[in-house]
């Protein structure tokens, strides 16, 4: 079965600091998909980045960075010079094309909470 | 464009009632999904639907939960006999391409506490 794990529950830096989210992952499928979301306080889930598994070349998107290793089966997520609008939960997830129960519904980890202080 | 809505924003019940929560997609989005995210659980996938169908059940947390969708567009969760434990906020989620790992857009989600 697919699993998500983040280790970091929460994570306090003061702005502009670089920091990392970690993300691991456990499937069975050659063929998959990982993702990160944002939750700001606000509540709504704001979809980040779609990663699929036969695409191991890193990504940046201004600030952000995404770094994908099927080796150690890690999809790790970095903010360079953080901001305080950065601070919200931080999901990662991962879908599987073929042997997902949930005909690629997300498996969800649970979070990191991250703190931005000015 | 309009993103996905859901209704209501917030339910108060009472233990042993039903309740029913509305999603209206994406327009145009032939996929549709119900997450529950509570703070003991994290967030838990419910259900998926591709058009009127939902080829896979098995995330519904038993037999008080179902879904159904009409018209490949909104769908309605229902909780009957609610419990406790149901307390929990319900996201809708869409996508237009089911099947492919295609990025799911979430609504505000619809917060349920059982009395």
């Known amino acids: 079965a697919q699993k998500v794990t983040q280790a970091q529950t929460e994570i306090s830096v003061v702005e502009k600091e670089d920091v990392t989210l970690d993300c691991v992952y456990e499937?069975?499928?050659?063929?998959?998909?990982l993702f990160w979301y944002k939750q700001p306080p606000s509540g709504e889930l704001v979809f980040l980045i779609r990663?699929?598994?036969?695409?191991?070349q890193n990504e940046i998107s201004g600030r952000y960075s995404w770094n994908f290793q099927k080796s150690t089966s890690s999809f790790n997520f970095t903010i360079t010079a953080s901001q305080v609008v950065d601070s919200a939960v931080y999901f990662c997830?991962?879908?599987?094309?073929?042997?997902?129960?949930?005909?690629?519904?997300?498996?969800f980890g649970k979070g990191t909470h991250l703190i931005i202080q000015p | 464009g309009a993103g996905v809505s859901q209704s209501p924003s917030n339910k108060v019940t009472e233990k042993g009632k039903d309740v029913e929560l509305r999603c209206d997609p994406i327009?145009?989005?032939?996929?549709l999904y119900w997450y529950r995210q509570s703070l003991g659980q994290g967030l838990e996938f419910l259900i998926y639907?591709?058009?009127?169908?939902?080829?896979?059940k098995s995330g519904l947390p038993s037999d008080r939960f179902s879904a159904e969708r009409t018209g490949g567009s909104v769908s309605t969760l229902t909780i009957q006999r609610t419990q406790q434990e149901d307390s929990a906020v319900y996201l809708c989620?869409?996508?237009?391409?089911?099947?492919?790992?295609?990025?799911?857009?979430f609504g505000p989600g619809t917060r349920l506490t059982v009395t």
């Open positions: 990663r699929n598994s036969f695409d191991e």
């Open positions: 499937t069975r499928d050659t063929t998959y998909y």
């Open positions: 327009s145009g989005h032939t996929a």
């Open positions: 997830a991962l879908s599987e094309v073929y042997s997902g129960g949930g005909a690629d519904g997300l498996t």
């Open positions: 989620a869409s996508s237009s391409v089911p099947g492919q790992g295609s990025e799911q857009y």
């Open positions: 639907f591709q058009g009127n169908s939902a080829p896979d």
